[in-house]
């Protein structure tokens, strides 16, 4: 099966949804993509029915802290079964060089010894650069520059579906028209949503480099996107967060509309 595990789908201050995250999985084989803000990763890990022990692959795409505190608590667990034989093999890290020196660092700082002996033997780093190529649970993936404004290092990536499809993942800022031409035409897009065209002088939604559901669905309508995943939200109106934006996009773009709530799945 390939689909998405949704874990969370809110913005870096949301309460009441888990930060943006989730799995993409290939045939009982699973990518971690981002990690969220603190320990409820793990609950969310196990309430979408995977064991933390099946999973060997985890994507970060910045240093900020609603995508990258998670993996503290999840190198934690790993170290944890890896101690009690309950964890085989490596756990692989794809991120931004600056990601593994603060990784790095706060679990020299932090972990015991013990545990810090098994994350240097078992926890394998592979710094990320434009347009890397991997092969990750069983998918070619490309690694894509997202071009930040800020003063950071932002990646995506596009992997190569079993049917051919390509998937793509945008991290949490608006699509560079640098990418324009890497993403036109293809299958999937998973891009931040920020709030809807009528809020965004609430939220100030274009000074914090975010996006409203008009301006990404007219976005991707003329770059013939076919399936739109829309996440990384406010979570003001959660309740009909779902029908609002589906509404909001489909006035503007042409293909699927997916407006997810934490713990759904997507079929790929």
């Known amino acids: 099966m390939e689909r998405i595990l949704v874990l969370g789908t809110g913005d870096a201050i949301t309460l009441n949804c888990f930060n943006t995250c989730f799995i993409l999985e290939n045939n009982g084989k699973y990518l971690l993509v981002d990690t969220g803000g603190g320990s409820q990763v793990i609950n969310q890990i196990q309430k979408v029915g995977i064991d933390i022990s099946d999973i060997h692959d985890v994507f970060i795409s910045h240093k900020h802290i609603d995508h990258l505190l998670g993996i503290f608590y999840v190198l934690r667990m790993v170290c944890y079964k890896k101690s009690k034989q309950e964890y085989m093999g490596k756990l692989n890290i794809y991120c931004a060089k600056e990601v593994k020196e603060i990784v790095e660092k706060f ?20 710094e990320i650069e434009n347009e890397q190529e991997y092969l990750v649970i069983g998918y070619p993936m490309k690694i894509l520059n997202l071009y930040p404004k800020e003063d950071l290092t932002q990646y995506g990536f596009q992997v190569k579906l079993n049917s051919g499809k390509i998937f793509t993942f945008l991290g949490d800022i608006p699509c560079s028209e640098k990418l324009y031409d890497k993403i036109r035409n293809t299958d999937w897009v998973c891009h931040e949503a920020f709030c809807q065209e009528t809020e965004k002088e609430i939220y100030n939604s274009h000074q914090h480099n975010h996006s409203t559901v008009k301006d990404v669905a007219e976005k991707m309508r003329n770059l013939e996107i076919k399936n739109l995943i829309l996440w990384h939200t406010r979570d003001n109106n959660l309740a009909n967060r779902k029908e609002l934006y589906t509404q909001e996009a489909k006035e503007y773009f042409a293909g699927n509309v997916y407006v997810p709530d934490d713990l759904e799945e997507i079929i790929l």
């Open 107 to 126: 679990v020299l700082d932090t972990f015991s010894k013990k545990y810090d002996e098994i994350f240097q033997e078992n926890v394998i780093f592979h």
